[in-house]
């Protein structure tokens, strides 16, 4: 499956962004569907996930919790992730990741992901 990240940009600290991922080439709805971000200099850190097939689990980082939202729509083939009250530390590269085969346990681990997004960067200036 190819993935395509688009949605980032410049915003103010409090201010809001939609990122969105489309896919293409594969039976999305398998695909357990997950956000990563990498700010410079860190490693690529988990955001937020949400299972395929269905079953709709959903996690996210606690950094994320009662800010972000995940949500997928699998007849247009995308997952969105909606960034409210951004802060600067939200700032970085942020990627999506797919894959058909991811146990609940290992749905934050980015080195269980096969299919990446090229990524999209979130820039929040204080």
């Known amino acids: 499956v190819q993935l395509q990240a688009s949605g980032g940009g410049l915003v103010q600290a409090g201010g809001s962004l939609r990122l969105s991922c489309a896919a293409s080439?594969?039976?999305?709805?398998?695909?357990?569907m997950g956000w990563f971000r990498q700010a410079p200099g860190k490693e690529r850190e988990f955001v937020a996930v949400i299972s395929g097939l269905g079953r709709s689990t959903i996690k996210y980082a606690d950094s994320a919790k009662g800010r972000f939202t995940i949500s997928r729509d699998n007849a247009k083939n995308t997952v969105s992730l909606q960034m409210n009250s951004l802060k600067p530390e939200d700032t970085a590269v942020y990627y999506c990741?797919?894959?058909?085969?991811?146990?609940?346990?290992?749905?934050?681990?980015?080195?269980?992901?096969?299919?990446w997004g090229q990524g999209t960067l979130v820039t929040v200036s204080s």
């Open positions: 990741a797919g894959d058909r085969s991811i146990i609940v346990g290992q749905m934050t681990n980015p080195n269980q992901y096969d299919y």
């Open positions: 080439g594969g039976t999305f709805s398998r695909y357990t």
